[in-house]
């Protein structure tokens, strides 16, 4: 199993930027999807944005897509995730995680589709 270890989660005000890392403990074969995914209290997790490793190919949510940006370090195994003027409902507990997404449109967006997850970063914007 991958072992995913998230960092930088911290407490901003509105129009803020964070930049969130995922450590990740064992090498990614390109047939992986790593996936960035937040959780607020009361809500669904919810999809933030995906890389696929292999391609380089990039989703990101429509809720952050001008604000928020994913990327690997491949050199370092690290997945980061960029995020911009931070809006109050941004605030969430923010989960990394990896797996192979069957191939439909949208797959990348089912929490259900990832094998691993990290314990989570919490980002606050006041």
């Known amino acids: 199993h991958v072992q995913l270890v998230e960092s930088g989660g911290d407490s901003v005000q509105a129009g803020g930027s964070l930049r969130l890392s995922c450590e990740i403990s064992?090498?990614?074969?390109?047939?992986?999807?790593m996936g960035w995914f937040r959780q607020a209290p009361g809500k669904e997790r919810e999809a933030v944005a995906a890389?696929?490793?292999?391609?380089?190919?990039?989703y990101i949510a429509d809720s952050v897509k001008g604000r928020f940006a994913i990327s690997e370090d491949n050199a370092k195994n690290i997945l980061y995730l960029q995020m911009n003027n931070l809006q109050p409902e941004d605030t969430a507990m923010y989960y990394c995680?990896?797996?192979?997404?069957?191939?439909?449109?949208?797959?990348?967006?089912?929490?259900?589709?990832?094998?691993?997850w990290g314990q989570g970063t919490q980002v606050t914007v006041s």
């Open positions: 995680a990896s797996g192979n997404p069957s191939l439909y449109e949208g797959s990348w967006k089912v929490p259900a589709e990832y094998d691993d």
């Open positions: 064992l090498y990614i074969y390109s047939s992986y999807c």
């Open positions: 890389h696929y490793t292999g391609t380089a190919t990039t």
